[in-house]
């Protein structure tokens, strides 16, 4: 036996009130609107009626801590694969308008189909999808979430709908708090649903993470 779906939750807001692409940078916590995106996640994947067996979580804290709702609701340990973490970034650290004025920093921008100023779009799907196969593979039963980052996680909708890798970050449909759901059909990952339980929350929200 294996699960029966994957769910692919991202974290919530963040307090960032100097709006720093944190990236990979420990610290970074969730906001109090953060804390109530991730609740709402959470009762989202219980409205559905399923049963969620199994709940891993990029070691990143603002993902650990979107996990807590869902480990709550559902009785379950949160597990934790740096397979699905945040990708390295150049501008990690840095006020994004700020740092694309720095020519110094121009280099990073050269080759925006890898991307140059991060970790390859290919890196990311193949541990992406190492992860989520590992997940359904080794679930008896039920369904696994795992609580991840804005880009990996597109990268995999990308991947498995036969999309190009290379985009533009202002067009990534995963919302704060969103759930991408996946099920295995006929030997390949499907995309069977998107929903944004948290949309409501989000006016105003600072979303910055990462490129």
Known sequence: MVASQIHLVRHGEVHNPLRVLYGRLPGYRLSELGEKMAAAAADDLADRGREI??????PLQ????SAVSISERFGVEIETDERI???TNHFEGTVMRLALRNPANWVALRNPRKPSWGEPYVSIVARMLDA?????????????VLVSHQLPIWMVHSALGHGRLPHDPRDRRCALSSITTFEHRDGVFVEVGYTDPAGALAVGATDVGAV
């Open 132 to 144: 989520v196969r590992d997940a359904w593979e080794t679930t008896p039963s039920g369904d696994v």
């Open 85 to 87: 973490i945040e990708p």
């Open 62 to 65: 603002r993902a650990q801590e």
């Open 53 to 58: 067996t199994r709940l891993v979580a990029s």
